[in-house]
């Protein structure tokens, strides 16, 4: 019994010493939550940004946008958009990346007709579409999780552009967040 003892209090050390020697790779953490902080001076929008990172080079997220104000003659309400990303950095989810996203949106009905006499506007209830796109951007992150990033984005919309002045979406931003 004793013997038995001694080789489990020897497997056990060796197995805690082993725990101790592992590094911990200070950027390989899996949640982000950004924040955007242009938008809102540009745009009198907010956009919230969750993203989970699936290893070194891919992860995927998603990104809501809320207008707040009419600062701007801007002509959507809210969009919700899920997005994968491909990163080329050498940092874990970080550096120059790739992304494809799509756009739930719901868009003011304004439309502007251009005849040969004047400019005719109509205004209708608020179109609902969905878009597809594609972007590009980089990512900074620090050893303890702050995070800088900058993106942009192109798509286009799927089914009701007729219905509205609009037949593409724009993603652009610069988020400050913080890896957990």
């Known amino acids: 019994m004793k013997y038995f003892l001694f080789i489990a209090a ?10 101790q020697n592992e590094q911990i790779n200070p950027y390989q953490k899996n949640n982000e939550i950004k924040i955007d ?3 809102p001076l ?3 929008s907010v956009e919230a940004v969750y993203e989970r990172n ?4 891919s992860s995927l997220g998603i990104s809501g946008v809320y ?3 009419e600062k ?16 080329f950095g050498k940092k874990y989810a970080a550096g120059f990346f790739l992304e494809g996203f799509g756009m739930f949106s719901s868009i003011d009905g304004k439309k502007v007709y251009d005849t040969e006499e004047r400019l005719t506007f109509t205004e209708g209830s608020d179109v609902y579409d969905l878009s597809l796109g594609i972007g590009l951007g980089s990512k900074w992150i620090t050893k303890s999780g702050f995070i800088v990033e900058a993106n942009f984005g192109f798509g286009k919309q799927l ?7 609009h037949n593409q979406v724009i993603r652009y931003g610069i988020k400050l967040g913080y890896r957990f």
């Open 10 to 19: 020897m497997l056990l050390s060796v197995f805690g010493v082993k725990a």
């Open 37 to 39: 902080v242009i938008q």
């Open 42 to 44: 540009l745009s009198g």
């Open 54 to 57: 699936f290893n070194h080079k």
């Open 67 to 69: 207008l707040f104000t």
């Open 72 to 87: 701007i003659d801007d002509d959507m309400n809210y969009s919700l958009t899920p997005y994968y990303r491909r990163y």
């Open 159 to 165: 089914f009701n552009a007729e219905k509205t002045d």
